[in-house]
C-alpha cells in the first residue's frame, strides 16, 4: 500500500476491489502518524476509538454490497475549529484546551453520512488568526517539504497532513486565505467555496462574513469529491445556499479530452497580482502555468482590480471587528477556561472575566480583539469600520466588472513559497502581507482554488483559480484539464 498514490478516489476503488479493508486503511493510516507526525505536529487528536468503530462500519456496508457511500473507508482528517461530537475541540486555544464537542458540525455530519474515517483534529494557528500554523497554543506544524518552514495558515495542520499522507483528504477553513496559501505551501489542491455554499454551522467562528470551509487533498478530483458532499443550504445555518452548478467543463478530461475543455473559456490575469516584491520563481511558475492553460485554448486577457490596493487594509478592520465580536463568549463563565476554578484573591466577576481572556487567549487573538473593539467604538467606527464596508462594496464591484469580461481569474496564492519558522513572528504586519493574493477573494465572498504548478528548488508554489460566485464547477473543471498537463 503506497500512502503517497492513494487518493480518495484511488482509495475507494481499492476498498471496493477488496484489495484492503477500511480497518486496515485506518490502523496504517493511524500507526503512520503515531510514529512520524512527531517531526511535523499536524495533528492536535487522534481519534483512534472512533475512526476504527467507522471503519468497521465501512467494512460491513461494503461486505454487504449494493450502494456504497462515497467516502465509505476513506480516512481523513478535520481541523480542529470545526466540531465533531464527543470530540476535544481547542481551535488551536489554551481557553478551549479541555472544551468536548456537544454535537457534530454540518460537514462532520455530511462526511460520516458518507462512510468517512476521521483519524483525528489538525493543528491550526489559534482561532484561525494566523498565516503559518506558528500561533497555536499547543505548537507550531511544519511543512513536509522542509521542517524548517511552516506550512501556511491557519488551516496548516490539514494540509501538512495531506501532503505527509497522513490522510487522504482533509477539512479546513478559510477566512482570508487559510485554506488556500497552506494549499499552496504544502504542495495541495485546496478550494476556498463561495460564501454560502457550505454550511458554517459547527464552525467556531472568527470573522462570521468572511469564515468558508472548504477541503483539502491531492488532487482536483478528490477536492471536487469532499465539496460535492459538504456543500449545500442547511437550515442551522441562514447565510447557506443550494447551489445549482455552472459547469463550463468536465469533470475530469480523458488525454484525448485535455485540448478541447478550456478552448471558449476567457480567462483573466489581473495586473495588480503580478507586483514589485513577488518571488521571481513563484511569478516565473506561475506564469508558466498561465501559457499552460493557453494552450489548452482558453483565451487571456490582462484585467484590473484597481481596489486591490486597499484589500489587505479593509480585511484587518472588518475581520478584527468581528473577532471582537464573536469571541466575547469566552469570558470565563460559560464554558472554557476559567481563573475561577482556581484559588485567588481577586474574585470578583469583572476579574475573572478579565484574567480569564487574558490568560486564556494567546498574543494575535487579544492584537485582534483590541483593533476591532477599536474600529467598532464611538467615535472611530465610521472612520473605520464603516469606511471598510464601503471599500469592500467596491472590491466586490472589481471583481463583477471583471467577470462580466472573462469566466475565470488566475493569479499566483501566495507571493512567495513556503517561509522559514520564526521569520515573520516578531512583525504582524509582514505576517498579515502573506494573504496579499487570497484575501480579496474572502470580502468579494468568491470561490477560489490554489493547486501545486511545480517546485522552486523543493518547496511548491501554487496557482490561483478565481471564479464567479457558485461557479466551482467551472473552476473543478478547468483546474482539472490543467492539471492533467502540469
Known amino acids: 500500500m503506497e500512502f503517497k498514490d492513494l487518493t480518495v478516489a484511488r482509495a475507494r476503488q ?5 484489495e484492503f479493508s477500511a480497518l486496515e486503511l485506518a490502523n496504517k493510516f493511524l500507526d503512520k502518524i503515531e510514529t512520524e507526525d512527531e517531526q511535523f505536529f499536524s495533528f492536535l487528536t487522534t481519534t483512534k476509538d472512533l475512526a476504527l468503530s467507522q471503519a468497521k462500519l465501512a467494512d460491513e456496508k461494503i461486505a454487504k454490497g449494493g450502494d456504497i457511500p462515497l467516502l465509505a473507508g476513506i480516512p481523513v482528517a478535520v481541523k480542529d475549529n470545526i466540531l465533531v461530537e464527543s470530540v476535544r475541540c481547542t481551535a488551536g486555544s489554551k481557553i478551549l484546551e479541555d472544551y468536548i464537542a456537544p454535537y457534530d458540525a454540518t460537514v462532520t455530519r455530511k462526511l460520516k453520512e458518507q462512510g468517512a474515517v476521521i483519524l483525528g483534529k489538525t493543528n491550526l494557528d489559534e482561532f484561525a488568526m494566523g498565516s503559518s500554523t506558528e500561533r497555536s497554543a499547543f505548537g507550531p506544524t511544519k511543512n513536509p517539504y522542509d521542517t524548517k518552514r511552516v506550512p501556511g495558515g491557519s488551516s496548516g495542520g490539514s494540509a501538512a497532513a495531506v501532503a505527509a499522507d497522513f490522510c487522504c483528504a482533509a477539512l479546513g477553513s478559510d477566512t482570508g486565505g487559510s485554506i488556500r496559501q497552506p494549499a499552496s505551501f504544502c504542495g495541495t489542491v485546496g478550494l476556498k467555496p463561495t460564501y454560502g455554499a457550505v454550511s458554517r454551522y459547527g464552525l467556531i467562528a472568527m470573522a462570521s462574513s468572511l469564515d468558508q470551509i472548504g477541503p483539502l487533498a491531492k488532487t482536483v478530483e478528490d477536492a471536487r469529491i469532499i465539496f460535492d458532499i459538504i456543500k449545500g443550504r442547511d437550515e442551522k445555518d ?4 443550494e447551489i445549482r452548478a455552472l459547469n463550463k467543463l468536465s469533470a475530469r478530461p480523458s488525454a484525448s479530452e485535455v485540448s478541447a475543455p478550456a478552448q471558449n473559456l476567457k480567462i483573466g490575469i489581473p495586473k495588480e497580482y503580478f507586483i514589485k516584491g513577488i518571488d521571481p520563481e513563484v511569478e516565473k511558475l506561475v506564469k508558466e502555468a498561465i501559457r499552460k492553460a493557453e494552450g489548452l485554448g ?5 484585467i484590473s482590480l484597481p481596489h486591490t490596493q486597499y484589500a489587505l487594509a479593509v ?7 468581528e473577532v471582537s465580536a464573536n469571541l466575547a463568549r469566552y469570558d470565563g463563565i460559560k464554558y472554557g477556561y476559567s481563573v475561577a476554578k482556581s484559588v485567588r484573591k481577586e474574585q470578583n466577576l469583572l476579574d475573572v472575566y478579565l484574567n480569564s481572556r487574558g490568560e486564556g487567549f494567546g498574543e494575535e487573538v487579544r492584537r485582534r480583539i483590541m483593533l476591532g473593539t477599536y474600529a467598532l467604538s464611538t467615535g472611530y467606527y465610521e472612520a473605520y469600520y464603516l469606511r471598510a464596508q464601503k471599500v469592500r462594496t467596491l472590491i466586490k464591484e472589481d471583481f463583477d466588472r471583471a467577470f462580466k469580461k472573462v469566466d475565470l481569474i488566475l493569479t499566483p496564492t ?4 513556503a517561509f522559514p519558522l520564526g521569520e515573520k513572528m516578531a512583525d504582524p504586519l509582514v505576517m498579515y502581507l502573506s494573504d496579499i493574493f487570497t484575501i480579496g477573494v474572502n470580502l468579494a465572498g468568491l470561490p477560489a482554488l490554489s493547486m501545486p504548478v511545480g517546485k522552486t528548488g523543493r518547496l511548491p508554489v501554487g496557482l490561483q483559480i478565481i ?4 461557479a466551482e464547477e467551472t473552476i473543478f473543471g478547468f483546474a482539472s484539464a490543467l492539471e492533467e498537463i502540469i
Request: hydrophobic share 40%; proline share 14%; charged share 15%.
Open 414 to 417: 501566495a507571493p512567495t513559497p
Open 298 to 302: 482558453a483565451a487571456m486577457e490582462e
Open 315 to 321: 480585511y484587518y478592520i472588518i475581520m478584527p471587528s
Open 14 to 18: 481499492g476498498l471496493l476491489k477488496k
Open 467 to 470: 471564479g464567479r460566485p457558485f
Open 238 to 241: 441562514a447565510t447557506s445556499v
